[in-house]
Structure formats: structure tokens, C-alpha cells
């Protein structure tokens, strides 16, 4: 996650946000709300699903096999 010196708009449902997480499999900066899931595999991997991409199953398939 990560703070941001202004507010960034949410790129799934375009609300102001000042904190974003990255999609790992879409890409799309995102907001606490549009994050269905994250999850931290080691101490320098960190990982998050948006809502939209966890609609599709190969994608969510890859996210829970990390």
C-alpha cells in the first residue's frame, strides 16, 4: 500500500483515494474498497486482487496457488 502526497483517483471506480494498491494481475491502481483480497508471501512480495479480477477464475487460480 501506499501513501500518496495527494489523492490519486481509483482506477476500477474512480473515487479519490489517498492510499492505492496495484493489481498484480490487472495492473489498475485501486482503492481499500475495490481490494477483494491481499496477502504477503515473504517479506518483499506482496500481493493484491482487485474485485473485478477475482471474477475471473484463471486469474484468482494464480493468485491462490502463490
Known amino acids: 500500500m501506499v501513501k500518496a502526497?495527494?489523492?490519486y483517483?481509483?482506477?476500477r471506480c474512480k473515487?479519490?483515494?489517498a492510499f492505492y494498491q496495484e493489481c498484480a494481475?490487472?495492473?489498475k491502481k485501486m482503492c481499500r474498497a475495490c481490494e477483494k483480497s491481499s496477502a504477503t508471501h515473504s517479506k518483499t512480495l506482496r500481493t493484491?486482487?482487485?474485485k473485478?479480477?477475482?471474477g475471473d477464475l484463471r486469474?484468482?487460480?494464480r493468485y491462490k496457488s502463490l
Open 9 to 11: 483517483v481509483c482506477e
Open 15 to 17: 473515487r479519490e483515494t
Open 59 to 61: 486469474k484468482r487460480t
Open 5 to 7: 502526497a495527494k489523492n
Open 48 to 50: 493484491a486482487i482487485c
Open 25 to 27: 494481475y490487472c495492473m
Open 52 to 54: 473485478t479480477c477475482w
